[in-house]
């Protein structure tokens, strides 16, 4: 064993491999835990905290659109159904429950896991159709939620009031710690064998069954997970703002937002959500509140070329650098 | 691990950005020293769902704001002087999450010492909680949803509406008072529009009248054909429309276009937004149509704060040609109640603030009407008259027409 152990540290590749393997470790967390002390320090910098927790949201939903859509190809354009069902969920269980607030944001995430598990049937569709199918699943969420006959469960059209229970302190906390560990998931995702199932999946489904995958129920996880982070995020953006209508979190720009910020920085890939979801979401409040008039022109510019040249957004970009600084300017 | 410099790099470089959209305008609220300004903070739509209502509304306040920077600026009781007036204003393109973000910019960022809200509940909901968190007084300007006005919230001035739920009040009596018994309501399903059909339907039914229709549909509903027909199917007296601004304009077009005839349609904003729903709907399309009469077309020659109906309508169309409406007048009146309530603060600590508004409440008379606050700081002063639009030489003209103390009209009843 001693021996072993010399030789290893005689051996500089040895060496090597181990501080890689120790390196590929604890990246996950690494990639989960710089966002996270990076938010805590911005806090007290920034005191807006509400921005913040909405930025924290919106990376936990890029990452959520990542193992859904990055991982599986399934592009759920409904993705704001389960953020407005854990925004409700949660909102139900402070007022009729009297739950806490950060034990009914947890109760929101299993609100959004079931709301997932009630739309499984739409896993017979792919492509374009899965995608206008879960949009209509959200809006048929929003109707029934905000449909004056639920009154008495749900408040109809009348919104909630949580301000009882509200704590910008304890709301900032629970968005970042989603941020984290929605990062943090999808990474060991990402890493794990079940990430290597998920990717056959996406590239070819039947091929994934007949090497003995069960396309279905792993499917199925990867969705209850992305549906989860959407209604604990939902949750939590429900709490920090207090009072809300239905149509403030069913609202179909959160899925917008959420699959363009996951495209910007570059599905498939852990930081890229992470880095596209700050930046943008950041651009959005700049210049929407310094320059409103040019708002959707630069927006829709950042988009055109994203689209343009860097379709696999800046994961994409990134990684086609380091090939071109590897293997020289003529590279392929 | 390459990435990770550019993910701190990035997320460094977001959360800055994200700081840089803040305005540095900010202003003390100390109580030993007059401060320079007085900052008034506040969101508005520039564009989407709410635009068409919100910009007039920040239009009105703005006017308000220039004609008390003309004098000097708003006089202050706390320092018995006039300090100039100026205003944050940040765009919230018609989304809640954006106003959320926005508010809590004003309140902690910039740090006014005055917070207005933009048009209407749903834009005005995310302030509620904030302001009330942060204990400052929230100038809710038309925010009329009934879940803002709480016991526990000590913290909310509703400026220039009343509670919608109270909106139909004047209706319901004109309704019965003409003994309308065949009644179809069709309504959008938010608090705003919802709360106005609940109420109606049941001052009806306590006068024996059952609705006919009584219909919710989506607030994104842009076209009523098919609720129209099942509508016209069973000959209602009177079609009573409860929406915002673009559902009013979707369902005049499509009455209008379905070739039926009814002896009595309402809609809720074109007393609001005339010369909006002129141009979109046509005269033929808007004659004879009921409304809530506004106060922009009931006559305040006399007023204890600000200007004259006449004086009004003449100043402020001088400065905004063309965009007179009942929410410019709104977004006036909310510079008017915020003069009296810091002509009455014995400083200009919010709770000093919030004081004053409340011993405005039933001394102040307005441009507006009256203002006066119950104790969950809800409007309660106005009461909307119900009002027709009729034929004139420049398209429609809106009179009042129930009751009989506010009409300048005979109601025509049924409609040509």
């Given at each position: 064993?001693?021996?072993?152990?010399?030789?290893?540290?005689?051996?500089?590749?040895?060496?090597?491999?181990?501080q890689s393997?120790?390196?590929?470790?604890?990246?996950?967390?690494?990639?989960?835990?710089?966002?996270?002390?990076?938010?805590?320090v911005?806090?007290?910098?920034?005191?807006?905290?509400l921005?913040?927790?909405d930025?924290?949201?919106?990376?936990?939903?890029?990452?959520?659109?990542?193992?859904?859509y990055?991982?599986?190809?399934?592009?759920?354009?409904?993705?704001?159904?389960?953020?407005g069902?854990?925004a409700?969920?949660?909102?139900?269980?402070?007022?009729?429950?009297g739950?806490?607030?950060?034990?009914?944001?947890?109760?929101?995430?299993?609100?959004?896991?079931?709301?997932?598990?009630?739309?499984?049937?739409?896993?017979?569709?792919?492509?374009?159709?899965?995608?206008?199918?879960?949009l209509?699943a959200?809006?048929?969420?929003?109707?029934?939620?905000?449909?004056?006959?639920?009154?008495?469960?749900?408040?109809?059209?009348?919104?909630?009031?949580?301000?009882?229970?509200?704590?910008?302190g304890?709301?900032?906390?629970?968005?970042?710690?989603?941020a984290?560990v929605?990062?943090?998931?999808?990474?060991?995702?990402?890493?794990?064998?079940?990430g290597?199932?998920?990717?056959?999946?996406?590239?070819?489904?039947?091929?994934?069954?007949?090497?003995?995958?069960?396309?279905?129920?792993?499917r199925?996880?990867?969705?209850?997970?992305?549906?989860?982070?959407?209604?604990v995020?939902?949750?939590?953006?429900?709490?920090?703002?207090?009072?809300?209508?239905?149509?403030?979190?069913?609202?179909?720009?959160?899925?917008?937002?959420?699959?363009?910020?996951?495209?910007f920085?570059?599905i498939?890939?852990i930081?890229g959500?992470?880095i596209?979801?700050?930046?943008?979401?950041?651009?959005?409040?700049?210049?929407?509140?310094?320059?409103p008039?040019?708002?959707?022109?630069?927006?829709?510019?950042?988009?055109?070329?994203?689209?343009?040249?860097?379709?696999?957004?800046l994961?994409?970009?990134?990684?086609?650098?380091?090939?071109?600084?590897?293997?020289?300017?003529g590279?392929? | 691990m390459?990435?990770?410099?550019?993910?701190?790099?990035t997320?460094?470089?977001?959360m800055?950005?994200?700081?840089?959209?803040?305005?540095?305008?900010?202003?003390?609220?100390?109580?030993?020293?007059?401060?320079?300004?007085?900052?008034?903070?506040?969101?508005?739509?520039?564009?989407?769902?709410?635009?068409?209502?919100?910009?007039?509304?920040?239009d009105?306040l703005?006017?308000?704001?220039?004609?008390?920077?003309?004098?000097?600026?708003?006089?202050?009781?706390?320092?018995?002087?006039?300090?100039?007036?100026?205003?944050?204003?940040?765009?919230?393109?018609?989304?809640?999450?954006?106003?959320?973000?926005?508010?809590?910019?004003?309140?902690?960022?910039?740090?006014?010492?005055i917070l207005?809200?933009?048009?209407?509940?749903?834009?005005?909901?995310?302030?509620?909680?904030l302001?009330?968190?942060?204990?400052?007084?929230?100038?809710?300007?038309?925010?009329?949803?009934?879940p803002?006005?709480t016991?526990?919230?000590?913290?909310?001035?509703?400026?220039?509406l009343?509670e919608?739920d109270?909106?139909?009040?004047?209706?319901?009596q004109?309704?019965?008072a003409?003994?309308?018994?065949?009644?179809?309501?069709?309504?959008?399903?938010?608090?705003?529009?919802?709360?106005?059909?609940v109420?109606?339907?049941?001052?009806?039914q306590?006068?024996?009248?059952?609705?006919?229709?009584?219909?919710?549909?989506?607030?994104?509903?842009?076209?009523?054909?098919?609720?129209?027909?099942?509508?016209?199917?069973k000959?209602?007296?009177?079609?009573?429309e409860?929406?915002y601004?673009?559902n009013?304009?979707?369902?005049?077009?499509?009455v209008q276009?379905?070739g039926?005839?009814?002896?009595?349609?309402?809609?809720?904003?074109?007393?609001?937004?005339l010369?909006?729903?002129?141009?979109q709907v046509?005269?033929?399309?808007?004659?004879?149509?009921?409304?809530y009469?506004?106060?922009?077309?009931?006559?305040?020659?006399?007023?204890?704060?600000?200007?004259?109906?006449?004086?009004?309508?003449?100043?402020?169309?001088?400065a905004?040609?063309?965009?007179?409406?009942?929410?410019?007048?709104?977004?006036y009146?909310?510079?008017?109640?915020?003069?009296g309530?810091?002509?009455?603060?014995?400083?200009?600590?919010q709770?000093?603030?919030?004081?004053?508004?409340?011993q405005?409440?039933?001394?102040?008379?307005?441009?507006?009407?009256?203002?006066?606050?119950?104790?969950?700081?809800?409007?309660?002063?106005?009461?909307?008259?119900?009002?027709?639009?009729?034929?004139?030489?420049?398209?429609?003209?809106?009179?009042?027409?129930?009751?009989?103390?506010?009409?300048?009209?005979?109601?025509?009843?049924?409609?040509?």
């Amino acid at each position: 064993m001693l021996l072993k152990f010399r030789d290893q540290r005689q051996n500089p590749s040895e060496d090597l491999k181990g501080q890689s393997r120790w390196r590929r470790a604890a990246s996950p967390w690494v990639a989960a835990a710089i966002p996270v002390l990076i938010f805590l320090v911005a806090v007290h910098v920034y005191s807006n905290e509400l921005l913040l927790v909405d930025m924290a949201i919106y990376i936990a939903l890029a990452q959520g659109i990542n193992i859904i859509y990055g991982f599986t190809g399934y592009l759920p354009f409904g993705y704001f159904g389960f953020f407005g069902v854990g925004a409700y969920v949660a909102g139900y269980g402070i007022i009729h429950w009297g739950l806490s607030g950060p034990v009914a944001v947890l109760v929101g995430g299993v609100g959004g896991a079931l709301a997932g598990a009630i739309l499984l049937p739409l896993f017979r569709l792919r492509g374009a159709y899965f995608a206008l199918t879960t949009l209509a699943a959200g809006e048929a969420f929003y109707a029934i939620v905000s449909n004056p006959s639920l009154t008495s469960i749900t408040n109809g059209p009348y919104g909630l009031n949580l301000a009882t229970a509200y704590s910008s302190g304890w709301s900032f906390g629970m968005a970042v710690g989603l941020a984290g560990v929605a990062i943090l998931v999808a990474a060991l995702i990402k890493r794990s064998r079940y990430g290597m199932t998920l990717k056959a999946i996406k590239d070819d489904p039947y091929s994934a069954a007949m090497a003995g995958i069960n396309v279905a129920r792993d499917r199925f996880y990867a969705w209850l997970i992305a549906a989860a982070i959407a209604g604990v995020g939902g949750a939590i953006y429900g709490w920090a703002i207090s009072v809300f209508y239905p149509q403030d979190v069913f609202d179909v720009t959160v899925s917008v937002f959420a699959i363009v910020f996951a495209l910007f920085g570059g599905i498939g890939s852990i930081w890229g959500p992470t880095i596209g979801a700050a930046l943008l979401y950041a651009i959005y409040n700049v210049v929407g509140v310094s320059n409103p008039q040019y708002f959707q022109l630069i927006y829709g510019l950042i988009i055109v070329l994203l689209v343009l040249f860097a379709p696999r957004g800046l994961a994409g970009l990134m990684a086609s650098i380091r090939e071109r600084r590897l293997f020289g300017g003529g590279a392929r | 691990m390459r990435f990770l410099p550019a993910l701190g790099l990035t997320a460094a470089l977001g959360m800055t950005l994200a700081a840089c959209g803040s305005s540095s305008s900010s202003s003390t609220t100390s109580t030993s020293s007059a401060p320079s300004a007085i900052t008034i903070g506040t969101t508005y739509a520039g564009s989407g769902t709410y635009a068409t209502s919100s910009i007039p509304e920040l239009d009105g306040l703005k006017f308000w704001m220039t004609q008390e920077n003309k004098k000097g600026g708003v006089y202050v009781g706390a320092y018995k002087k006039r300090i100039p007036v100026k205003l944050v204003d940040y765009n919230d393109l018609s989304s809640a999450s954006t106003a959320a973000t926005l508010y809590n910019q004003l309140i902690t960022q910039d740090k006014v010492n005055i917070l207005v809200a933009d048009f209407g509940s749903v834009l005005t909901a995310p302030a509620v909680s904030l302001a009330e968190a942060h204990k400052v007084v929230l100038f809710d300007q038309t925010g009329t949803g009934i879940p803002f006005f709480t016991p526990q919230n000590k913290d909310i001035v509703l400026c220039d509406l009343p509670e919608s739920d109270i909106w139909p009040d004047v209706l319901a009596q004109f309704l019965i008072a003409k003994g309308i018994k065949k009644v179809a309501i069709v309504y959008d399903t938010n608090d705003f529009d919802e709360s106005q059909a609940v109420t109606l339907k049941s001052k009806l039914q306590a006068a024996g009248i059952t609705p006919l229709v009584y219909e919710g549909v989506p607030t994104t509903t842009s076209s009523y054909t098919t609720i129209l027909n099942s509508v016209a199917a069973k000959h209602p007296d009177a079609v009573l429309e409860f929406g915002y601004q673009p559902n009013d304009t979707a369902f005049l077009q499509n009455v209008q276009s379905s070739g039926q005839h009814f002896k009595m349609v309402f809609t809720v904003f074109p007393g609001q937004l005339l010369s909006l729903f002129q141009s979109q709907v046509g005269t033929a399309g808007l004659k004879y149509t009921y409304t809530y009469g506004t106060n922009l077309y009931i006559n305040y020659p006399k007023v204890t704060e600000g200007l004259n109906s006449a004086q009004f309508k003449s100043q402020f169309s001088a400065a905004y040609p063309g965009q007179l409406n009942a929410l410019s007048l709104a977004g006036y009146n909310t510079g008017l109640v915020i003069q009296g309530s810091l002509k009455n603060a014995k400083s200009l600590s919010q709770a000093a603030i919030r004081a004053g508004a409340q011993q405005l409440s039933g001394n102040l008379t307005t441009v507006d009407g009256k203002f006066q606050l119950n104790s969950e700081g809800a409007q309660v002063g106005e009461l909307l008259p119900v009002a027709q639009l009729f034929p004139s030489s420049s398209g429609v003209t809106l009179h009042a027409v129930y009751p009989s103390s506010q009409a300048t009209a005979k109601a025509v009843y049924p409609a040509p």
